[in-house]
């Protein structure tokens, strides 16, 4: 019974399995003590570089979110102004820092950038449609992120504690090798 857990992974992260009995999992990897520590060592190295890539991932993806919703706001601010004959004032960013002051009339139209100097112009209710899909799709993106990263975390602790018990286990059993070595030259003087 060295292992509890089934092997498994989420989204290519490898799992991690709690270790009950070391000598059995030593004997199951085929490794010395000392291999089995780096091996592990490397593993949790990997955790590491995984989760810096998801934290940055849920940074872009926590930024990205608020735009698609001021992006939406506005698309309803124009859609709700479209036909009363009122024009919308909007002040807009030029560039950092520098704003100009816009006047517009009743438009059918907007135009969304949507990266890579690419910008699309769409109807406000196709605009509408298309930055909430893209809303819905960013926000089940993050879910699945802080999941992954969840996981991740708990694979880390295993991780940790597996190099603790290995650690551990080793320091004992060299301790009573020496108090068997001890005790067999005391009784051969």
């Known amino acids: 019974m060295a292992e509890t857990t089934a092997v498994s992974e ?23 003590v000392n291999s089995t520590l780096a091996f592990l060592q490397e593993r949790l190295q990997q ?15 926590q930024a990205k979110i608020p735009d698609i919703e001021k992006c939406l706001d506005i698309v309803a601010t124009l859609q709700a102004k479209k036909g009363t004959g009122e024009p919308l004032l909007a002040d807009f960013e030029v560039s ?13 139209s907007v135009c969304l950038w949507l990266g890579a100097n690419v910008m699309l112009e769409y109807s406000c209710e ?43 286990w080793d320091v004992h059993h060299r301790r009573q090798k020496a108090v068997v070595g001890a005790s067999g030259s005391a009784e051969d003087a």
């Open 10 to 32: 989420r989204r290519g992260i490898p799992a991690a399995a709690f270790v009950e009995d070391v000598q059995i999992y030593l004997d199951q990897l085929g490794l010395d």
């Open 126 to 168: 196709e605009a509408s449609s298309l930055l909430t899909k893209n809303l819905e799709n960013a926000k089940a993106s993050l879910d699945v992120l802080v999941g992954d990263l969840q996981f991740l975390r708990d694979q880390v602790t295993i991780t940790q504690v597996t190099v603790a018990r290995v650690y551990n």
């Open 47 to 61: 955790y590491k570089i995984v989760e810096m890539k998801l934290l940055a991932q849920q940074r872009e993806l």
């Open 96 to 108: 950092e820092g520098i704003y100009s002051r816009a006047r517009i009339e009743d438009s059918d």
